[in-house]
Nanobody, 127 residues
């Protein structure tokens, strides 16, 4: 069965960095887009970044405005892993971060187009 497991969250000071990992299993990883979302206390879950693999060395990425220039999404199809490198973290980045599998090879900022989700990993940024 499809499983996604995030790791790498923790407590970091503002301005610091974290790298989140998402281990995928139970399906052909390279055939599906992947996304990262987050949910802060009292707020709706929001899109952060997505990555689509188009064959060879071609990847397409998309970012929320809040992530552009600070976060980088990547994937390693050989290891069935997706990553989110987060730099210049701010207190407003504090949230539970989720990785998700898109329903198809493409990606979207619409969480309704993702069918499997990990359990989430907590990121806390202290100011």
């Amino acid at each position: 069965q499809v499983q996604l497991a995030e790791s790498g969250g923790g407590l970091v000071q503002a301005g610091g960095s974290l790298r989140l990992s998402c281990a995928a299993s139970g399906y052909t990883f390279s055939s599906y887009g992947m996304g990262w979302f987050r949910q802060a206390p009292g707020k709706a879950r929001e899109f952060i970044a997505s990555i689509k693999y188009s064959g060879g060395r071609t990847y397409y990425t998309d970012y929320a405005d809040s992530a552009k220039g600070r976060f980088t999404i990547s994937r390693d199809n050989a290891k069935n892993m997706a990553y989110l490198q987060m730099n210049s973290l701010k207190s407003e980045d504090t949230a539970v971060y989720y990785c998700a599998r898109a329903r198809t090879s493409t990606t979207s900022a619409d969480e309704g187009l993702y069918d499997y989700w990990g359990q989430g990993t907590q990121v806390t940024v202290s100011s």
